[in-house]
């Protein structure tokens, strides 16, 4: 049986691991996550913060332009980070991209009372995603609305399907304090997985849905967008699955080094070269995906020393 959760006992989490991965992935260097790379994992530093978000706008480009009437294609991607978002309205509007063959899928929203939220609520991200990028197109070059995925509780079927009817060329995401890519948390510790959590090829079962959140990403989402006000945070969120991600040509998770710590950025990409999937870990479970991309700030990445202050 593995050991209980330092944080949330009811919940599998990162903190049930060996102790000796825990302790060998504390002691990696930045040069040492370099050397992780290995082909299907590639590993991309940026050395200002500016070089690092537009890389991460270019993604949508690069996903956009490959968009045909014949063969539409898009990118789904994260509120958080969002500093990418107005970057890629600018570039669409200088570059003069016409996306009406281009798609774009959000990949969560939060959920209050059985629904997703709507476009009033301050946290929204899909509020976000229309503010920050899709509003600021000019209206020559903009995504047709239809185009524009996000997921619903209504729609989830919808939102699943049509994965399998256009191309997704990039999968983008940040990565959280529990590990987690969208809201692919953990589960919590309960029947059939009390005692162990569910093995990889279980967990990617998983479609698009509505979860219950792990404690550590209700309070990190307090503190990266809430002020610490964890009673701002709703406690469950609709997010796109594994099974819609391995449908995803590529995964490219951006590390600036908010959302997560040292210890988490080094630990995923450890887990992931190692080909060492687990559930407790869901980012791990992209071991098993065919192209993923890890990209790092520099100065984002930090050490796991002991720092008394």
């Known amino acids: 049986m593995r050991k209980s959760s330092l944080v949330a006992p009811g919940w599998w989490d990162y903190t049930t691991l060996d102790q000796k991965i825990q302790e060998d992935v504390a002691?990696?260097?930045?040069?040492?996550?370099?050397?992780?790379?290995?082909?299907?994992?590639?590993i991309h530093f940026y050395d200002t913060r500016e070089s690092f978000y537009l890389a991460e706008a270019l993604e949508y480009i690069q996903a956009w332009r490959q968009a045909t009437e014949s063969r539409p294609a898009g990118i789904?991607?994260?509120?958080?980070?969002t500093e990418q978002l107005p970057l890629g309205a600018m570039l669409v509007n200088e570059l003069g991209i016409n996306l009406r063959n281009a798609h774009f899928w959000g990949m969560d929203e939060w959920v209050i009372g059985g629904k997703e939220v709507g476009a009033d609520h301050p946290l929204g991200f899909a509020r976000t995603?229309?503010?920050?990028?899709?509003?600021?197109?000019?209206?020559?070059?903009?995504?047709?609305?239809?185009n524009i995925h996000f997921p619903s509780v209504a729609g989830l079927e919808a939102y699943s399907k049509?994965?399998?009817?256009?191309?997704c060329?990039?999968?983008?995401?940040?990565?959280?304090?529990?590990?987690?890519?969208?809201?692919?948390?953990?589960?919590?510790?309960?029947?059939?997985w009390k005692d162990v959590p569910p093995p990889p090829e279980e967990y990617r079962k998983l479609r698009t849905r509505v979860v219950d959140l792990h404690p550590m990403t209700i309070i990190q989402n307090a503190r990266t967008s809430g002020g610490?006000?964890?009673?701002?945070?709703p406690s469950q969120?609709?997010?796109?699955?594994?099974?819609?991600?391995?449908?995803?040509?590529?995964?490219?998770?951006?590390?600036?080094?908010?959302?997560?710590?040292?210890?988490?950025?080094?630990?995923?990409?450890f887990m992931i070269?190692?080909?060492?999937?687990?559930?407790?870990?869901?980012?791990?479970?992209?071991?098993?995906?065919?192209?993923?991309?890890?990209?790092?700030?520099?100065?984002?990445?930090?050490?796991?020393?002991?720092d008394m202050h």
């Not at 049509?162 to 191309?167: K, L, N, Q, T």
């Open 273 to 306: 070269s190692k080909k060492l999937p687990d559930s407790a870990v869901p980012m791990s479970l992209l071991a098993d995906h065919p192209s993923v991309r890890f990209n790092y700030y520099r100065g984002g990445i930090g050490t796991c020393d002991v």
């Open 228 to 233: 610490g006000a964890v009673s701002r945070v």
């Open 129 to 146: 995603d229309l503010e920050l990028c899709f509003n600021r197109i000019n209206k020559k070059y903009a995504m047709p609305r239809e």
């Open 76 to 81: 789904c991607g994260p509120i958080g980070p």
């Open 169 to 192: 060329v990039v999968m983008q995401g940040g990565q959280g304090e529990v590990k987690h890519w969208a809201f692919n948390d953990p589960l919590k510790r309960e029947g059939r």
């Open 27 to 42: 002691r990696l260097t930045a040069r040492d996550l370099e050397q992780l790379a290995r082909p299907g994992f590639e």
């Open 237 to 269: 969120a609709l997010t796109v699955g594994p099974v819609e991600t391995w449908k995803a040509e590529t995964v490219s998770i951006w590390h600036y080094g908010l959302h997560d710590n040292p210890f988490g950025l080094r630990l995923t990409a």
């Open 162 to 167: 049509s994965f399998s009817e256009v191309r």
